[in-house]
């Protein structure tokens, strides 16, 4: 049975991705609110 | 801050799950280290289900105390949610390609799950239509409530129906004596992928709370 | 109880002198006639082997159409308010609605049952009974979650779009039990080899219905 590691890094690959760039976005908004919050006053 | 802890606990956990699924765990016998995803794709569906069990909490909570918090754990439950049924459908994709010679195979798990994918997709883009939050939080926990109750039905109507039209296929995903490295691998998989959610989760939350406490 | 069946009657009343929903659901499945068989080419095997699944879809689709404008009366004619405003019970409002919507899909899936058979000269009558009870199953099930859901989406500017992406992933499993249960009938087998379909069919049109019954107010109140 071949290795087929190509499958293996693509799936793990694949929810890495998704999950980094989820994080991300989380992160950012929570930064731009936060920011909001200190300069509108809250 | 506790969910700076969660996150890095996240983290620890998701590298000891890594060193697991490609250190520890053995090389399966049929299916070669194809079968290594299963390490993601499992804990990826239970972490799903659990995403949607609290979906369905708090819609209940809200729709019985009209507070908006249980509203907030809905939300910030499907979005992740969503994402691990995500996850959980391509990996199982992927999975079959080597293994069965094929992207798709119409076979139970993989279709309930996409059809669980469908119905919280659906449910974000209707919390997505409505502004207005008490209108969005009722109209989004009936939807709620419906697709969890729905979760069991669909699955046995989709096992059943697989059953008419495929001979019972000798390989499932899984090995069938599941061998005791197997079993921890997932395990410690499935702890890291909680985990997360649970980071997900709580970070979701604050967002929401702090966007809520702006437009007030 | 009594309110639901007000609900019901008023609907009735006005559609069997408008006519309108239902002279175009019944023209919609005519069309939809069309539209299967020229998808499918000439063979006629290949209709009768999809025959089951064909109905379904044309049920589907129809009731697509028709859940989708539950509410578009009230809506069209600021009667929402009413509905919200009414007092007791709203669930009889539901019950109501989905009798009324239950009515019109018998209306138009025997219109439909009665089209194939012409058009594709088959013969039902020995399946009849089982089928009846098939489609009052399946047809109750896509109802519930319709009219609930109809309600729902009658709210948004674009419940055209968002009904269907609600109501289909939701209607996976009457749709499945339904077309399996329909092609046993179909086939002459005894309707005891659908048992387990028929079960299934009946248990989600009971989670349905209450769910329905239960969130309903919910979702009318403003």
């Known amino acids: 049975m071949p290795n087929n590691w190509s499958y293996v890094f693509g799936a793990y690959g694949f929810a890495a991705a998704v999950l980094l760039v989820y994080w991300r976005r989380l992160a950012g908004r929570a930064k731009a609110l936060a920011s909001r919050q200190s300069r509108g006053g809250a | 801050m506790a969910v700076r802890v969660l996150g890095w606990l996240a983290v620890l956990g998701l590298m000891a799950g890594l060193v697991a699924a490609f250190g520890y765990a053995p090389r399966e016998v049929v299916q070669g280290n194809v079968q290594r995803i299963m390490y993601l794709h499992v804990p990826s569906v239970l972490t799903a289900y659990l995403a949607f069990a609290l979906v369905f909490v708090g819609s209940v909570g809200y729709l019985l105390t009209r507070r908006a918090g249980w509203d907030r754990l809905a939300l910030a439950a499907a979005e992740p949610g969503v994402i691990f049924t995500g996850i959980t459908i391509v990996s199982g994709s992927i999975w079959g390609k080597p293994t069965w010679g094929t992207w798709w195979t119409w076979d139970a798990r993989l279709t309930s799950t996409a059809v669980l994918f469908l119905v919280y997709l659906g449910y974000l883009l209707l919390r997505g239509m409505l502004d207005e939050p008490d209108r969005r939080a009722r109209a989004a926990a009936v939807v709620g409530i419906l697709g969890a109750a729905n979760i069991p039905i669909v699955h046995f109507s989709v096992k059943w129906w697989r059953a008419l039209h495929q001979p019972a296929t000798i390989l499932g995903p899984e090995p069938s004596p599941i061998a005791a490295p197997i079993a921890l691998t997932l395990f410690v998989n499935w702890l890291a992928f909680t985990l997360l959610f649970l980071y997900l989760l709580a970070k979701r939350t604050a967002i929401a709370q702090l966007e809520e406490h702006h437009a007030e | ?222």
Do not use: H
């Open chain 3, 1 to 222: 109880m009594r309110r639901a069946w007000i609900v019901v009657w008023k609907d009735v009343l006005s559609e069997r002198r408008s006519k309108e929903s239902l002279n175009a659901l019944v023209f919609f499945s005519l069309l939809l006639l069309f539209v299967f068989q020229f998808a499918l080419g000439p063979e006629r095997a290949k209709v009768e082997t999809a025959l089951p699944g064909l109905l379904w879809l044309g049920f589907v689709l129809a009731g697509l159409l028709a859940f989708g404008r539950t509410f578009l009366v009230e809506r069209e004619n600021d009667c929402w308010e009413g509905l919200v405003l009414a007092p007791g019970d709203k669930s009889a409002i539901y019950l109501g609605k989905l009798a009324g919507n239950v009515l019109l899909m018998a209306v138009v899936e025997a219109v439909l049952v009665l089209l194939f058979a012409l058009f594709f000269n088959l013969d039902f009558t020995s399946a009849l009974p089982g089928l009846v009870l098939v489609l009052a199953l399946g047809t109750l099930g896509l109802a519930a979650v319709g009219t609930l859901f109809g309600a729902i989406t009658a709210q948004l500017r674009a419940r055209e779009l968002l009904f269907p992406v609600l109501l289909l992933p939701a209607a996976v499993p009457v749709l499945l039990a339904s077309v399996s249960a329909t092609q046993t009938v179909l086939l002459g087998e005894p309707l005891a080899d659908a048992a387990a379909w028929l079960k299934l069919l009946a248990v989600a049109d009971l989670v349905y219905l209450v769910i329905g019954v239960l969130t309903f107010e919910f979702v009318l109140e403003g």
